[in-house]
């Protein structure tokens, strides 16, 4: 399959990898857009938050406990925002379900 992600994953396409364990991968966004900005995804391919089902949805709450640790690691305890685009209203551009974690500073409440 030609998504980016996969082949971040399969280890063809480098990355600053953060973490790893049998679903799910974390690593830096390249373009970051807080002092900390990190990706986290799942290794199957879910193509986008709308085609979470049933069968596929306890990755994602794998990927939410990995946050959880990941920010505490990160010194992210001051707070952090989760966000995950969606579709082309969503501006999503990467088609493989991604969670982007910004924190570091105090981010603007405008989210759209
Ligand atoms: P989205 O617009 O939600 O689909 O976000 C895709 C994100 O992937 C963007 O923030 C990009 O900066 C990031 N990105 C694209 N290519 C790479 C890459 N090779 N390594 C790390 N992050 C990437
Ligand atoms: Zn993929």
């Known amino acids: 399959m030609d998504c980016l ?4 994953i399969a280890g063809e396409i480098p ?10 991968y ?6 970051p857009q807080a002092p900390v900005h990190f990706l986290v995804i799942p290794k199957a391919h879910i193509g986008s ?6 069968g596929n949805s ?23 925002r989760i966000i995950t685009n969606c579709g ?7 088609k493989h379900l991604h969670f982007h974690v910004l924190g570091g500073k105090k981010l603007i409440e405008k989210m759209a």
Do not use: P, R
């Open 5 to 8: 992600f996969c082949k971040i």
């Open 49 to 54: 938050a709308g085609e979470i089902t049933a």
């Open 26 to 31: 974390a690593f830096y966004d390249i373009n």
């Open 88 to 94: 082309e209203d969503g501006a999503q551009t990467v």
């Open 58 to 80: 306890a990755v994602v709450a794998h990927i939410f406990e990995v946050i959880a640790k990941l920010a505490s690691e990160l010194g992210l305890a001051n707070g952090f």
């Open 15 to 24: 990355s600053k990898k953060i973490y790893e364990d049998d679903s799910v």
